[in-house]
């Protein structure tokens, strides 16, 4: 009497059709992970590129803010721009040039301040701090910058001229 190999247990709980399969050979397969590797580097690259970019400016009417002059190296202006409750600080800086942003923290919206000890914008809700010249941020909750006042200067005078995001 001979015996019928008979198959394991297993093969019957899941039983799969072996020859119906296809199989992926380990080239295909690591063809497919240098592929996926590859599309995840450029969306990244993509992402990385496109979240350094600033955001267009939005033009709004002139306003005349000052004449250059009138601020001196490590002054500020505060004005409102270009709504009359949205706040904003017109910086000058110790070499001569001009930056100007919206008061309002990206964060929780509080209104941030300039400190002239320490040279930087500052929330004081959750010590959010922001670069004077870029408004990008130093440290603190805020995931992104002050947006920015677009100046314009001509004639020694400075112009608020439009709005950016950071
Ligand atoms: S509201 Fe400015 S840091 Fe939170």
Known sequence: MTHKKRDPHW???????????SYVTRREFTRFL??????????STLLAVGGSLKK??????EQELAAVDSIKPRGFLAFRYPAK??????????????????????????????????????CPCHEGFFDAKSGDVLAGPPQRGLDRIQLEIRDGKIY???????
């Open 34 to 43: 240098g592929l996926s590797s590859g599309a995840l580097a450029v969306g």
């Open 85 to 122: 409750d949205d706040h904003a600080l017109l910086l000058r800086h110790e070499d001569g040039s001009f930056s100007a942003f919206s008061q309002k923290c990206p964060h929780l919206g509080c209104h941030v301040f300039y400190a002239e000890h320490s040279g930087k914008l500052e």
């Open 56 to 61: 267009p400016v939005t033009s709004h009417p």
């Open 160 to 166: 608020a001229v439009g709005v950016g995001e950071a």
């Open 11 to 21: 093969k019957k709980d899941f039983s799969v059709d072996w020859d119906q399969t």
